[in-house]
């Protein structure tokens, strides 16, 4: 089973991040910022997977530490439920269109954590979230799960471009982590990732 649970608790943030790779359907997410929990659903919605964060944070200083945090404990839970990775596809690269807006993204599942990010916001951001926050995010995720992502999103509405990318990461993540039957094999030549 391709399950992992990771807990974080530091002066800042206490965050307990569940997540099912195999399992579609369980999502409860709950970090104090209401954008961000949008965000997160469609990512695992679209993704195809069980997710439950619940994410304690210094909201009355700023969104950072809980967002950033939350990608630090995503991101190895990920990593940890993925395992040695036998069997998967390892690649995948995927486009998803919302609305006026389009967000591509290929990953590598291969271990080294990379991120490639062209996605842009207006100054505004989306009220108390500064819109910087999102490639930290997606930075601090892919580092985390050892993951290589190329991003790039376009279009004129920031919601829909910001839940285009989440959108298309879910997405291509299922695609690349999805098991190919038959195969046992660690896909790298090296014999391990």
Sequence with gaps: MRQAEVIRKTKETDIAITVDLDTE??????TGIPFFDHMLESCARHGRFSLQVKAVGDLEIDC???IEDTAIVLGE?????????????RFAHMAVPMDEAIAVVTLDLGGRGYLVYNAAFSPNG?????ADIFEHFFYTLCIRAGITAHMKATGRNDHHICEALFKTFGVAFRMASEVIPGRTDIPSTKGII
């Design 25 to 30: 359907g369980t999502i409860a997410i709950d």
């Design 126 to 130: 989306f009220g108390a979230i500064p």
């Design 77 to 89: 839970a990920l990593a940890e439920a993925l395992g040695e990775k036998r069997g998967i596809e």
């Design 64 to 66: 950072h530490h809980t």
